[in-house]
């Protein structure tokens, strides 16, 4: 875990209201990996206690600073919520922002898996993506993977082209407007017999949702989900992360945030 100054190198709106930020901060990418994440404290680097708290946001993409540079680059995704993501859309190139990490315990992907389930909803997204870049970089020894994605509508969708050309894209929107009508839980429930291994990120009502078509499934399957808390510190100083688990009670931020689904949302 490393503190740095991140310095950014260019944002775009990919939907609206959803942005992709890219840093350079080889420090915090060097040893980073999907599902881990940074704590973003744009206050520090002005001296200012403003706002007073950093904020998580998950590793979404990585890229070589040049063709011959060995140095990593990572980039957030986002929607404007709020005091710091406001700040983060706003900043120009060669603006610093204060970060630290990688933080958390990110997904773990069996060698033998030969077929990946991921299920994302919102900027759940991001981890997601991440995990399907890493994987699709196997090349011919990748394996298939399936990316469910739910939203209201259609100006909600993550879009296609920015995935792995070997990722299987399926929507559901609420309103029909794009893909299927209905919940990604729709989808998931489709596809969880084909998965060896699954993977979600997304809203708590999507992880309660899940639970109870793994439990209707009869396999007791894994599914490894990426909780949000509120954070303070990110490096289990606080304990202000608590999630309560099947097996007592842990840290989002140092525990997790990769957890097993039936252990925080039993379903039973
Ligand atoms: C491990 C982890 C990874 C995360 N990764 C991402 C990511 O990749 N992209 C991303 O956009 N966000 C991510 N988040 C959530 C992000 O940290 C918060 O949304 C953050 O509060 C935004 O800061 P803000 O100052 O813009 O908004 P704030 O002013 O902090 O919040 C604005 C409003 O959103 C509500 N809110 C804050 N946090 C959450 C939350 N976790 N869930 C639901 N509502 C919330 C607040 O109560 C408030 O009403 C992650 C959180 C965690 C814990
Ligand atoms: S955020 Fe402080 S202990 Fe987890």
Redesign the pocket.
Known sequence: MRRARAELVETEEIYPG?FVTWYDAPALAQHAAPGQ?VM?DPGAERGSSD?L?P??????RFRYASAASSDRQFA?????????????ASMRPGDGVDMLGP??KGFDVRRTASNLLLVGG???I??LVALADAQAEHGGRAPSIVLCFGARSADGVYPAELLPPQVEYQVATEDGSMGRQGFVTDLFAEYLSWADQSFA?G??PMFRAMSPIVRRDGLNRSVQI??????AC?TGLCYG?AVFTKRGVKL??KD??RFELLDVYPGG
């Open positions: 959803t994440f973003v706002p708290l904020r998580a946001f998950s590793y979404y957030l995704l986002y929607s404007v919520i709020g005091r710091v993501t406001e700040r983060m933080l958390g919102g900027v759940g991001a981890p990120c809203p708590v990426l909780m949000e808390t509120e954070m990110g992360c989002c931020c997790g945030p």
